[in-house]
């Protein structure tokens, strides 16, 4: 709901109150298994009190989101500390982000990356006699699926004007690939 006029202490109490309870369950259940009532029993308010500042579940989530997204200050040429800060606020809602980066567990995204993670790792440990991966081969590794379905997603949505050959030449210059390569073997 957008609400230009400046917010009451009691308007801002209830939603705040109606996003701690959303992410409180969000620690025990899955997203798509709360319902409205579930948060209005845990923050003990009426249905009709969240309808009053929410449309509903979706709303609330993306309120949440925007008020940690302000807490997330983008420092502008400091991709590092960007990164740092990133690390930070997934430690501070740690549940929160836990469920919703594996939240989507049935998309297609989830699945090849999965899919793309065991086939690499497979080929790693059978060029090793079975050793696990290191940190820097896992790290690599999550790096790697990470980026190339990045790619994959922007070269389906706004960029399939160049070729797969292309955006895989592309990615080679930007990563380093040589790297990325002895990393993971």
Do not use: P
Request: charged share 30%.
């Amino acid at each position: 709901m957008d609400n230009k006029k400046k917010e009451d202490l009691r308007v801002m109490r209830t939603r705040k109150l109606l996003v701690q309870s959303l992410f409180t369950l969000l620690e025990r259940h899955s997203f798509h298994t709360i319902s409205v009532k579930e948060i209005c029993e845990e923050a003990m308010v009426h249905r009709t009190t969240f309808y009053t500042h929410f449309d509903d579940k979706y709303d609330l989530m993306a309120y949440g989101l925007q008020n940690i997204a302000k807490e997330f200050q983008f420092i502008e040429g400091n991709i590092r500390e960007n990164l740092i800060k990133l690390f930070n606020m997934s430690l501070k809602y740690k549940a929160l982000f836990s469920q919703l980066l594996t939240e989507e567990k049935d998309s297609l995204r989830y699945i090849i990356m999965k899919e793309m993670n065991k086939g690499v790792k497979n080929v790693i440990q059978d060029q090793n006699s079975n050793q696990s991966l290191s940190f820097s081969s896992e790290i690599a590794l999550a790096a790697f699926s990470g980026a190339s379905l990045g790619v994959l997603n922007w070269w389906v949505n706004e960029g399939s004007n160049i070729s797969e050959q292309e955006a895989n030449e592309e990615m080679k210059k930007i990563f380093n690939w040589d790297y990325i390569e002895k990393t993971l073997k």
